[in-house]
């Protein structure tokens, strides 16, 4: 069984940064598409930053140019999302998705598709106060 582990999340002021990790444990096999979504309290759970299986990389307009997806490709268990210059906007709980079986492009990850991924971490609470 898998499981995903989210950390780094944390209350900062507008402008400021975090970086958010998450750790796969208990799978033998290669994760096929990751993602990281979000849900602030009231709205309904969005895509922020994908890798597809291509390697692609897509992100929600909300974030272009402010966060960073990235895995460590050493290890292929760990999968981070650098966010910079952020806004009271960004307050969400945040969760890292996994698929083990389909084959998504990025942008397939980020929609629909990715809302049914395999694997989901519990979450890590992002607070931005301005």
């Known amino acids: 069984q898998v499981r995903l582990v989210e950390s780094g999340g944390g209350s900062v002021q507008a402008g400021g940064s975090l970086r958010l990790s998450c750790v796969a444990a208990?799978?033998?096999?290669?994760?096929?598409?990751l993602a990281w979504f979000r849900q602030a309290p009231g709205k309904e759970r969005e895509g922020v930053a994908a890798?597809?299986?291509?390697?692609?990389?897509?992100y929600a307009d909300s974030v272009k140019g402010r966060f960073t997806i990235s895995k460590d490709n050493a290890k292929d268990t760990t999968l981070y999302l650098q966010m910079n210059s952020l806004k009271p906007e960004d307050t969400a709980m945040y969760y890292c998705?996994?698929?083990?079986?389909?084959?998504?492009?990025?942008?397939?990850?980020?929609?629909?598709?990715?809302?049914?991924?395999?694997?989901w971490g519990a979450g890590t609470l992002v607070t931005i106060s301005s």
């Open positions: 998705a996994a698929d083990y079986m389909r084959r998504l492009t990025a942008n397939q990850a980020l929609g629909p598709p990715g809302l049914g991924m395999d694997y």
């Open positions: 208990g799978s033998t096999y290669s994760w096929t598409a």
């Open positions: 890798i597809g299986t291509d390697g692609s990389v897509s």
